[in-house]
């Protein structure tokens, strides 16, 4: 258990580091461009030298790399060239909204999906089994930007019931929260959902269902006491991984309804080639990413003591 | 000969069948753009017409006309070519990829499999979206881009799965009679191996095009998909999306296109898998 967590965190380390590698690679291997994007498209010769000087960029680009690695590690991200501030004092706030964007969809996604691929594992192959495994089909197939193109137009513009955008310009209001959760569950719903169908399905046909069945024991204490203990591990993991992939659904949802969230910051950072921004966001995501990977990987052994014990 | 066999089987899966069926209709519609589309998919002729309204010079614009007054229908009928020839050929580039690391990683195992499973690892802990934005705004927005991102990103998966694969095949009968011939690896990768292999990489191989057809319209709808003004189904969702609040038609219509097309692959991709089970 120790080891498996050491190793873990070792190659969550490693891989942080061979993405920065990469990163650095591809946004600052040539001084000059880096320059041009910092300084503007109409700086002269000079001032781009001068820039380069005083930032050491004329060090060789391993030392630059040691340099900036160093600065990234201590917090300090170097200037957003979009917003002319520090990128610690847009990034901290812009990730809270996300946070809070991500915890209201784990919130309605986790229990509707369980309850869901728990009913239809329960009995494999019935009418509501195959009805719920075809919506999750259908809710899957719909992308991010379509669902929520056709929510706009159900809720915003033929029954008015909310606003179109979530810029929560008068502060924290969630009825603009509504719509952005409504498009990430609706996608991901469906897949937490077969996940759980399927280890559910698993898990009913082992000995142990069959003979607490035998022995009498009324269904609904088999499926609560038995069946679920086992067949809700595997979900765990898939939930986990799913903030993975919740960092990508954000950036679509907060650009479509302006929501100013991480995501949403990801995306300028990348069209207005703000380097050090996006070096910063992409370094979060990466973290966030690993960090879930880690802890799903920990968390299932954890959970399944027939790994825990061996 | 098997290949064909399963897909004729698919008559026994009506999930599967109805996917097939959508995934012909936009087929034919591609094929035949020219002589379907009402009309000329770049011609402005009337802005923010409503569907069901008549052009001043004959035609009906079925499906209204969007902010600048392009017919929407023929835009979404000559969309379609640009999703079926990008979405097939970056998802078959991607495999391609996949299949050679897979392959090699599988059945050379040692130092190459090492090496080929740890940039996968890494490549795979991206969040998958971060990755086409960094690369695209980086490479800049074009067709062969968008390919070689879509590869970049999707190759290691299909590698995990070759790999996994290849680990069983490797000491069937059949290899080791083949190493005895004297065959070469490769040789002995691609067509003693890789032929035995096929049936799940099919099923993947819809899923993932469900995928890449989802990866292009996000593209296009965050602006960093093919160049306008040729006709691409993300890339009219992001021209007409601010204006989805007071003519909803705009957006609405391409939005059903592609979500019915994600939608027959993947109702392809659980029909065959559902046959896969059976025997």
Not at chain 1, 115 to 132: P, Y
Not at chain 2, 13 to 35: E, N, T
């Amino acid at each position: 258990m120790f080891v498996l967590l050491l190793k873990r965190i070792a190659f969550m380390v490693i891989t942080m580091i061979v993405v920065s590698v990469l990163l650095f690679l591809l946004l600052e291997i040539s001084p000059g461009s880096v320059a041009t994007k910092v300084l503007g498209p109409y700086s002269s010769e000079e001032q781009r030298n001068l820039w380069l000087e005083q930032h050491g960029y004329f060090e060789p680009i391993y030392v630059r790399y040691f340099s900036w690695l160093g600065n990234f590690v201590t917090g300090d991200f170097g200037e957003s060239i979009r917003f002319k501030v520090p990128v610690s004092e847009v990034l901290w706030p812009r990730l809270g909204n996300t946070v809070i964007l991500g915890v209201a969809v784990f919130a309605v996604m986790i229990p509707l999906s369980l309850v869901l691929g728990i009913l239809a594992g329960m009995r494999e192959g019935s009418k509501l089994d195959r009805t719920i495994s075809v919506t999750s089909i259908i809710t899957t197939s719909v992308p991010e930007f379509a669902s929520a193109v056709f929510l706009s137009a159900l809720f915003v513009f033929w029954l008015k019931w909310l606003p179109g955008t979530s810029g929560m310009a008068e502060g924290f209001n969630l009825k603009e929260l509504v719509l952005p959760v409504m498009v990430l569950v609706l996608y991901d719903f469906g897949y937490v959902a077969r996940m759980t169908r399927a280890s559910m399905v698993e898990v009913m046909t082992m000995p142990y269902i069959r003979t607490a069945v035998l022995k009498g024991l009324p269904y609904n204490k088999v499926i609560l006491k038995h069946a679920l203990r086992n067949a809700l591990v595997a979900p765990f993991t898939v939930i986990m991984l799913q903030i993975n992939w919740l960092l990508s659904g954000v950036i679509i949802v907060e650009f479509f309804f302006a929501y100013k969230g991480f995501g949403a910051l990801l995306l300028e950072a990348s069209l207005n080639q703000d380097i050090f921004l996006i070096e910063a966001c992409a370094m979060v995501a990466v973290f966030v990413a690993v960090a879930t990977q880690t802890i799903a990987d920990v968390g299932y052994t954890y959970l399944n003591p027939r790994i825990r014990f061996s | 000969m098997r290949t064909l066999a399963s897909f004729a089987l698919l008559r026994e899966s009506w999930v599967g069948m109805i996917g097939a069926g959508i995934i012909v209709f936009w087929i034919l519609v591609a094929v035949f753009a020219q002589l379907i589309s009402p009309f000329d998919p770049l011609a402005t002729l009337q802005p923010f017409a409503k569907p069901g309204t008549t052009y001043a010079k004959g035609g009906i614009f079925l499906l209204g006309t969007d902010h600048i007054g392009r017919d929407i229908l023929s835009r979404l009928i000559w969309g379609s070519r640009t999703v079926l020839v990008y979405a097939p050929l970056a998802t078959f580039t991607a495999y391609v990829v996949g299949i050679l690391m897979g392959l090699a990683a599988g059945y050379r195992r040692g130092w190459v499999d090492d090496v080929l499973s740890r940039i996968s690892d890494i490549i795979l802990s991206f969040p998958v979206l971060v990755l086409y934005i960094i690369i695209i705004a980086t490479i800049g927005a074009s067709g062969v881009n968008i390919i070689i991102a879509i590869t970049f990103a999707s190759a290691p998966g299909i590698m995990r799965i070759v790999r996994g694969l290849v680990l069983d095949l490797r000491n069937r009968d059949y290899v080791a009679a083949a190493q005895t011939r004297g065959e070469s690896a490769w040789r002995i990768m691609l067509v003693e191996i890789l032929p035995n292999a096929r049936g799940p990489l099919i099923v993947d191989a819809c899923l993932r095009m469900g995928y890449v057809i989802i990866t292009i319209g996000v593209l296009g709808f965050l602006g960093l998909g093919l160049p306008p003004p040729d006709p691409d189904w993300g890339g009219m969702i992001n021209e007409t999306r601010q204006m989805a609040m007071a003519f909803p038609h705009m957006a609405l219509f391409p939005c059903m296109a592609i979500s019915s097309l994600i939608l027959g692959f993947n109702l392809l991709a659980d029909g065959l898998r559902e046959i896969s089970l059976r025997d």
